[in-house]
């Protein structure tokens, strides 16, 4: 029996145009197995919602470096919850202070990682939520 693979869309969302560390991090996903759709740069928060329901993903990670983690992640999140995929993981990494992270996890947004952290570290946290929190329809 086959297991269907975790889908990921990971978009860079705003004007930051480093996106090495999502390269790094969308590839570790891939040779763990999962499917991943890379958006690449400049994505608007409603485009990477817009992607993630059309792919049905599991999972949205986003790589923020530019400072506007506050402003990405509460959009996407609020856009998650209209679209009715607020059961999916919103997840990412960037500069992200320890004082914002608790307030994005407040609002629903998963762990976030930062430069440096191990890409294991995040496929098995990944793993780890999604086989937590399963969808309510079938895919």
């Known amino acids: ?6 889908k990921v869309v990971v978009g ?3 004007l930051d145009g480093h996106d090495r560390g999502a390269k790094v991090v969308a ?4 040779e763990a197995g999962m499917e991943v759709v890379y958006l690449g740069l400049r994505q608007t928060p409603e ?7 059309e792919e049905d993903a599991d999972v949205i990670g986003l790589s923020v470096l530019s400072g506007a983690h ?3 992640f ?4 609020a856009l998650m919850l209209e679209e009715g995929i607020g059961d999916r993981l919103l997840t990412g990494g960037g500069i992200i202070p320890t004082k ?7 609002l629903g947004v998963g762990r976030l990682f930062g430069p440096g952290d191990d890409p294991g570290d995040i496929v098995d946290y990944i793993r780890d ?3 937590t929190h399963p969808r309510e329809e079938v895919h």
């Open 129 to 131: 939520w999604v086989k």
């Open 27 to 30: 590839r570790s996903l891939v």
């Open 12 to 14: 860079k969302p705003g």
């Open 47 to 53: 485009s990477i919602v817009a992607a993630a329901l």
């Open 70 to 72: 506050m402003t990405h």
């Open 1 to 6: 029996m086959s297991e269907v693979p975790i």
């Open 100 to 106: 914002d992270q608790e307030t994005l996890t407040k």
């Open 74 to 77: 509460k959009r996407i999140r």
